[in-house]
């Protein structure tokens, strides 16, 4: 009784890695739309830097677990991370210099970027084949709430306690995550069950093939990032909007996109939607266009929301991709590819973006585009490819 007990506590705290996730990924947006005031309060504009500054190192460090030894227990490096989170989100909650908060910022990256490969590891437990599909999914969908929904909250709650304060509760909420996971754990190795042991890495004949793959989640986090600034940018430059309005409007284009995807794995409707790819695509890119010319701001706003719908009809790709591996196979390298090509997208879509934003509004508008029709190629090649039933990779839902 007491064994059938334990277990059944266990199942619970499972989701915490997704919980984490969820945080790691709130943290590191939230500031999404506070240049203006963590510019003023750190003296320097080298804080748009600030998203690419843990989204890289992150990436490195996610990259670093294809070399680990197979076996080396995911719980271990889940652990540290969330203990770097809490630190990381400390000292960010009391830095004073711009260098400072990207030097802790980089290094955050770097100390937390074993947390998603991790993550998604301990959801692939071999023997609990169906249950490790649904937290896996658990863990991708905790990343999108918290891409979503960070830099909305952020900038809303900035104005009523600070971004300091923010961190300050992260840390406080990381904390507690850590202190029942490490409690929930040793309960669960102390009922007899063996640790989590990946087994030796083999690869995959069609390993070929999921170059494609790969190209749509770097796309993805390119245009994820990158849609994010020039959100900021635009609305502020056309309408004069604070910091408070350009959070409500990354929320507008957030949710509609967050929404259908949910939806479209709830009901599986994979296969029906990918038929209207190229459509719903044209429906984002007609949306830049017509944000081209002056608009009015509530019509533009209704146009990030069409967008958004639009832009999220792309995503059956990703339940068709959240596939467990192939018996006998080993998750490290897809997984931690993943995530590092992910976070790579995340670190580089700003990048590219602040960078076209110096140059021209157009040039920028012109990219996003581009960037649509290349995910619009991508897709149907990730859809056709077949490789699913074989390589994971780390895909997120629509922000």
Excluded at 236 to 246: A, M, V
Aim: proline share 5%; hydrophobic share 55%.
């Amino acid at each position: 009784m007491k064994q059938e007990h334990i277990k059944q506590g266990y199942q619970w705290v499972e989701a915490i890695p997704a919980a984490a996730c969820m945080l790691l990924m709130f943290q590191a947006y939230l500031i999404a739309p506070l240049s203006p005031s963590l510019s003023v309060d750190l003296s320097s504009s080298l804080i748009n830097l600030a998203v690419p500054a843990f989204a890289i190192p992150f990436a490195i460090s996610a990259s670093a677990m294809i070399f680990i030894k197979p076996a080396i227990n995911p719980r271990d490096y889940f652990v540290f991370s969330l203990i770097a989170l809490c630190a990381g989100t400390y000292l960010l909650s009391i830095v004073t210099s711009a260098t400072g908060f990207l030097t802790i910022r980089a290094l955050t990256g770097l100390a937390t970027g074993a947390m998603l490969p991790s993550a998604i590891l301990l959801s692939l437990r071999p023997h609990q084949h169906k249950r490790s599909l649904k937290y896996m999914v658990l863990v991708i969908f905790a990343l999108a709430t918290g891409m979503t929904f960070g830099p909305s909250l952020g900038g809303w709650l900035n104005e009523l306690i600070g971004w300091r304060c923010l961190y300050r509760i992260i840390r406080t909420l990381a904390a507690l995550l850590l202190l029942i996971y490490i409690w929930e754990d040793r309960r669960e190795r102390y009922d007899g069950v063996e640790p989590f042991v990946i087994k030796a890495a083999g690869r995959s004949p069609s390993d070929w093939k999921s170059r494609y793959n790969y190209s749509f989640v770097y796309l993805t986090g390119v245009f994820h990032s990158g849609v994010f600034v020039w959100i900021s940018h635009y609305f502020t430059t056309h309408y004069g909007l604070d910091e408070f309005q350009i959070a409500t409007d990354l929320f507008i284009f957030g949710l509609p996109g967050f929404v259908v995807t949910l939806l479209m794995y709830f009901y599986r409707l994979d296969k029906k939607v990918i038929t209207i790819l190229y459509a719903s695509l044209g429906v984002t890119i007609a949306g830049l266009l017509a944000l081209m010319v002056s608009l009015p701001l509530w019509l533009a706003e209704c146009l990030l929301g069409i967008m958004s719908i639009g832009f999220g009809c792309s995503q059956p790709l990703f339940i068709g991709i959240l596939k467990l591996p192939r018996v006998g196979s080993s998750p490290i390298e897809p997984v931690a590819k993943g995530s590092a090509i992910l976070f790579a997208g995340y670190g580089t879509g700003p990048l590219i973006m602040l960078a076209l934003l110096s140059v021209d509004l157009a040039a920028a508008m012109l990219f996003l585009i581009l960037l649509v029709l290349a995910l619009a190629y991508t897709s149907r090649r990730v859809w056709n490819a077949g490789v699913s039933k074989v390589i994971p990779v780390i895909p997120l839902s629509n922000i």
